[in-house]
């Protein structure tokens, strides 16, 4: 029997491939989510990732073990593949994504849509404008079109990693690896940069565009061109610097870093003689000038900026004066969180950065190559390289600056722009060890050891792209059903009344249903105290409402295992004096908190008592549920 050739099993594979990827995404569309659901990962069917697995194998295995000429079908199949995971929520039906901003940023989309808002008023726009934009175009609800917009973001990553890796190293193979490893998705880490609505991690994935137009500019210069005359790519580069200022300030300004250490490059290459790859580039001064003046002329006078650097200033006087903020506090304040529940930052840190770390790794030693001159044959990717390098590095004061200075987590938030150059400049890593590792392999040998190392990598990275109890996380997925009522408590309880919710107040709740310009957000400020549902006292004085959802219930006690709130705690709410459970629609349930159960927390219900708790003529919400005793 003749065996079959490398195209013959290329083209099976392929088909298999494809047909375990359609089988995949019909079974997980069959599969709607129909309430919360704590995990992605669990909720979705067990055979759709086996199929995906299928998938993104048969892919894997020709696109470095096949025939040459089926590589792009194959780094499609890989793309649908995993595009499809991250698309789950919008696949599987979820109404919206995002229990913190993201609601906010829901409620903006609203106030523009209905003439509340200019959108010249919010200090990231762009997110929104897009969304917009595509609920226009396509009909949908402003929910459905933001969770597009982080959509289209991904695909926009997935396509442009491996053509920046290619610009460093322009090699087929570099393509192929750098394809894989973008499909990885590490700047997206779970802790300040998400896959759901949040400007600065759309921003984040919007950079690639950004550094990928620089090393086009530099270097993509006709014989006898000017280093300072402007070119298209030259023009579109600073159209992008604009544009990633209008979706997030910050994020900008890592890409003006990035302007900034290139033009001092250039300058000091040209002036001392240094890397001649580098002293014919064009010059990005006009570049670096834009977004300068386009970032001040935008952020000046912003309320929200004006605060991050007080909170900057306020620390480094901390410093001078020996009272200094405690170092990345909110880190080390979950950390504790995770050691009472069992778990430690050993393990969070392996689960979350482990693979990032490797592409770091990797980064580092073609750095230390360039370093020591073994890239002195490759000029073009010595000198792009060294740029990437010296950007990245040059936000390192910054992260310092946000860690010491206890300012948020935006040192995660810078970490998920430098995994962008790692996860590009560490394939590179791998394209050149292939070609190293060639004469002793051979050329398929090399591949398929990258291969299986990629292989590894990928249930290991995938399992982290969004929020699980494997991650001590809840999933942030928002039912139509919570967001109606509270939608429905906000409109209807009795007005003087206090509404609160468990572990913060539902102030985000009023701004994703109602627009944030509707009612002040102190109004919606209350919440339980944080270590238990009894006592009340901390959080009403009087009568009041208390909202709790599915959301509540399996956060607190599955994902951070009843670290604040119990189960007993939740049950107990369906049988105290004085409270009463007056809503309920599976997702969202409202209790009205009388008086006398803040003031009589712990007195045992008597017959007598429960007889007046069962005639007791609350306030009524929606349909009522007769209390259970």
Known sequence: MTPLSSGSWSQLALIGGFSAFILALALAYRQPATAYELSLYASTPLLYWLLTA?????????????APRFRAHALFLAGVSVFSVISLPLVRGYYYVGAGDSLTHLGWVRDVM????????????????FAILLTNVTGYTPERGLLLVVLSFVALTFVLIPLIAFEIFPRPDTVVIAAFSGLLLLPINTISTHLMPHPFSQSMLFSTLGIYLFLLYVSRAGPGWSSVRLTSFGALLALVGTASVLYHPMQAFN??????????????????????????HKSTYAQMAILGVVFLLWTGRRPSF??????????????????????????????????????????????????????????????????????????????????????????????????????????????????????????????LG???????????????????????????????????????????????????????????????LTVAAVRQGPWRYNDAVFGTDETPRDAYDRSVPTRSLQPLNGTFTGDGYLAVTQYDREREVLAYKELRYTQSGFESLDNRVGINRVSSNGGFTLYFVEARAVR??????????????????????????????
């Not at 299928?54 to 096949?66: C, K, M, R, W, Y």
């Not at 990928?458 to 059903?481: D, E, G, K, M, R």
């Open 54 to 66: 299928v998938a993104l194998v048969s892919a894997l295995t020709v696109a470095l073990g096949g």
């Open 306 to 431: 004006e605060n991050t650097l007080e909170a900057v200033v306020r620390a480094g006087a901390g410093y001078l004066s020996g009272a200094p903020p405690t170092a990345a506090g909110s880190a080390a304040s979950q950390g504790a969180s995770l050691q009472a529940i069992g778990a430690g930052i050993p393990e969070i840190f392996a689960k979350l950065f482990l693979v990032s770390l490797i592409y770091v790794i990797l980064m580092g030693v073609v750095v230390f190559a360039v370093l020591r001159h073994h890239l002195d044959g490759y000029p073009e990717t010595d000198a792009k390289i060294r740029y990437l390098t010296i950007g990245a590095l040059g936000t390192l004061p910054f992260v310092a600056v946000y860690i010491l200075g206890d300012v948020g987590e935006l040192h995660f938030r810078l970490l998920g722009y430098l995994m962008i150059i790692a996860t590009a400049v560490g394939s590179v890593t791998l394209a």
């Open 114 to 129: 209905d003439g509340e808002t200019a959108i010249a008023e919010l200090l990231y726009p762009g997110v929104h404008s």
């Open 600 to 629: 009589e927390e712990t007195a045992p219900m008597s017959q007598a008592d429960a007889t007046e708790y069962v005639n007791y003529n609350y306030p009524v919400i929606g349909r009522t549920v007769a209390p259970e005793l």
């Open 255 to 280: 890409l003006f870093v990035l302007l900034v250490l290139a033009s001092a490059i250039q300058l000091v290459s040209r002036w001392r003689g240094w890397v001649p790859a580098i002293r014919g």
């Open 434 to 496: 292939v070609r190293r590792l060639a004469p002793r392999l051979g050329a398929r040998g090399a591949l398929v050891a990258v291969a299986v190392v990629l292989l590894v990598l990928f249930p290991a990275a995938l399992l982290t792209a969004y929020p699980s109890p494997y991650i001590y996380q809840p999933n942030p997925h928002v039912p139509q059903a919570e967001l109606d009522g509270y939608e429905q408590a906000f409109e209807l309880h009795e007005d003087g």
